[in-house]
């Protein structure tokens, strides 16, 4: 970070997500800050608190007397555009500065440096976002370990112990996926997984945890466990297709997120899926930072 204000006009990106924010501001070609904070305290629901605290976070990271000419913010849990329009108005008022803010998955397009395409994400949820020619944001996807978050974390777990529950129904030996998760979750038997799940105070976040034991089961030759990732990568290419059918171009998929990125075995899944549901479909894994995303949003603020 400089010491003085810098001359040329001021873009900052942020990147809210679920564990940590980060913003990253520019002046011309010169970087001026790159902060990675917790993301503790942010709440999207209520625009007036969630202006705040970007507010709050741009006038402590930046140096002092510098001004934005342009901010844009992917944030988690951002879910639709009448959201993003009223924490944006409220950052404007506070800020005095052009603001945009759209849930975090938008960013993955621009930071891969393309005008249009589908965003997926696969960390500890799930959810795919893209535009329809008109500009108008699709989401699908997104619904939370209970409902949906296939191809995610904490998708992938509960899928498994389904998956184990129901070999163990029909009377099966446990296999290395069940071993895996009965080690990972601390619980002696099968029967013993659905309360440990269940009693997790973050399904999400606790249950995410616990995908690894899915992924060495599948390396260590467990058919169940396989089957568990080529169903998330079918999930997966299951939300692009959902969004060429309403209309959105999905000719570039931008993916990222921890979990699809940094297990090949799914990454893999996925794209074998959308060659076949999508033959015209590229996936692009995302090699940036997603602030970069938000960076090229506030540039066309300008």
Do not use: N
């Not at 709050?56 to 993003?84: F, I, N, S, Y």
């Amino acid at each position: 970070m400089q010491d003085s204000p810098p001359t040329c006009p001021l873009l900052v990106g942020i990147d809210v997500g679920g564990t940590k924010t980060h913003l990253r501001a520019l002046a011309g070609g010169d970087l001026i800050a790159d902060h990675v904070r917790a993301s503790g305290g942010w709440r999207p629901h209520d625009p007036a608190a969630a202006a705040g605290w970007l507010a709050a976070l741009v006038r402590d990271t930046l140096p002092t007397g510098a001004r934005p000419a342009a901010l844009a913010v992917g944030a988690h849990a951002c879910e639709t555009p009448r959201q993003g329009a009223a924490i944006a108005a409220a950052v404007t008022a506070l800020l005095d500065v052009p603001a945009e803010i759209v849930g975090d998955a938008e960013l993955l397009v621009p930071a891969a440096g393309l005008d249009k395409g589908v965003g997926l994400v696969a960390g500890t949820g799930s959810v795919a976002v893209g535009r329809l020619p008109d500009g108008t944001p699709v989401q699908v996807g997104g619904w939370g370990a209970v409902l949906g978050d296939e191809g995610g974390a904490a998708g992938l777990v509960r899928e498994a112990a389904r998956a184990v529950r129901a070999a163990h129904d029909r009377g099966e030996r446990p296999d290395r996926l069940a071993l895996g998760l009965l080690d990972s979750l601390g619980v002696p038997e099968v029967p013993a997984l659905v309360a440990a799940l269940e009693g997790a105070a973050d399904l999400s976040a606790e249950w995410g945890r616990h995908a690894p034991a899915v992924f060495a089961a599948a390396a260590d030759g467990s058919p169940l466990a396989r089957t568990v990732i080529t169903e998330a990568g079918e999930a997966l290419a299951a939300l692009v297709a959902r969004l060429a059918a309403r209309g959105v171009p999905v000719d570039d998929v931008v993916v990222a997120g921890g979990t699809v990125l940094a297990q090949p075995a799914l990454y893999e899944a996925f794209t074998t899926a959308l060659a076949r549901a999508l033959p015209g479909a590229r996936a692009r894994a995302l090699r940036v930072p997603p602030v970069q995303g938000a960076i090229a949003l506030a540039r066309r603020l300008l």
